[in-house]
């Protein structure tokens, strides 16, 4: 878990890792563009919390083409408009991102006071090991994490 520690820089060095499934990243300073080969080689359900940073661009394509997203937090970043591809929004089960990144999202983020969006997730609540109030209710009935090797 790399979450809140204030490290900066690139990613590049995850696109080795082909078969991570788990990247919780949230809250740092890491800039740039992901890169394009994240989470290519595994089949695993992937969760993904990449929020509260400044990455910039696109989501890589490679998002686009996986059934296996889980989640993906992706809000609070520079992303370009648009930077989510429809086949993201219709893949993932809990997709946030901010407003103008993701035309396609059912749940978005329009500003620093959005009460949807100003939580804070951790290892326990993306897990589902501890759920905050809102987050709870989403997942609530739902096995989102089966298979995920998450008990």
């Not at 991102?97 to 951790?122: H, R, S, T």
Request: with cysteine.
């Amino acid at each position: 878990m790399l979450e809140s520690n204030r490290f900066n820089g690139t990613v590049d060095v995850l696109e080795s890792m082909k078969n991570l499934t788990v990247l919780l990243i949230r809250s740092n300073s890491f800039s740039a563009a992901l890169p394009d080969g994240l989470f290519s080689g595994t089949s695993d359900n992937i969760v993904v919390d990449i929020g509260d940073n400044k990455f910039t661009d696109e989501l890589p394509t490679s998002f686009a083409n996986m059934s296996n997203l889980v989640s993906l937090i992706g809000a609070k970043n520079s992303f370009v408009d648009s930077a989510t591809m429809e086949s993201v929004c219709d893949n993932a089960a809990l997709l946030v991102m901010d407003c103008d990144a993701c035309e396609c999202c059912e749940v978005c983020c329009d500003g620093d006071n959005d009460a949807v969006c100003d939580f804070q997730l951790d290892v326990f609540t993306v897990l589902g090991y501890h759920c905050g109030s809102w987050f709870q209710h989403c997942l609530q009935g739902a096995n989102y994490f089966a298979g995920a090797g998450v008990y």
